[in-house]
């Protein structure tokens, strides 16, 4: 199966690449407009829509992601791309004084694939964790530096690529969009 991932991020197609066995994943290459929706899923589903306007005889897919942190009451959530020009640092700076139950954290990937004739199939992951101290790790991309996935010790960065791919919310969502793939055929 082919697909183009309506993003200019090389890094997200690469992941869901390895996340999706089988399927060629393309990138769309193109300027977006803005995420104005209320909700990864709304957000998603724009890009799934204006790549559709664009190449509407290929699959499109359409990705938004994030990071919740318990102690910043679910921010910086879908606003995560775009919340600072140095998200990481701002995130941690933010974080200074908080611990515990306030560092908590998940990811959170919604997919949505629309098919040349328009219909939708969806996919969503989520990864629980906590927010790290400082950044650790060579690997990932966005928050992966500073994101500690529950029942690990390293940093999504530390663990690397080959991690993500089975165990991120990208890849976790990429099975689920497999899933209801194969239920519609």
Request: charged share 25%; with cysteine; aromatic share 6%.
């Amino acid at each position: 199966m082919r697909a183009l991932l309506a993003s200019s991020n090389p890094h997200k197609a690469e992941e869901l690449a390895r996340s999706l066995p089988g399927w060629e994943i393309g990138l769309l290459g193109v300027e977006l407009p803005p995420e104005t929706g209320s909700s990864y899923y709304e957000n998603a589903r724009a890009k799934a829509e204006f790549g559709h306007t664009l190449r509407g005889d290929e699959w499109i897919l359409g990705e938004d992601s994030g990071i919740e942190v318990a102690g910043l009451g679910g921010r910086p959530g879908i606003h995560s791309a775009r919340w600072a020009a140095e998200a990481v640092e701002a995130l941690l700076a933010e974080l200074r004084e908080v611990d515990g139950e306030g560092r908590r954290a998940r990811y959170v990937c919604e997919l949505v694939c629309l098919a040349p004739e328009g219909s939708e199939l969806r996919g969503r992951g989520t990864l629980e964790g906590h927010v790290a101290e400082e950044p650790r790790g060579s690997e990932g991309f966005g928050y992966d530096p500073i994101f500690v996935p529950e029942g690990e010790t390293q940093t999504v960065a530390e663990l690397g690529n080959a991690w993500k791919a089975e165990h991120s919310h990208r890849a976790r969502a990429a099975r689920a969009l497999v899933a209801a793939v194969a239920a519609a055929s």
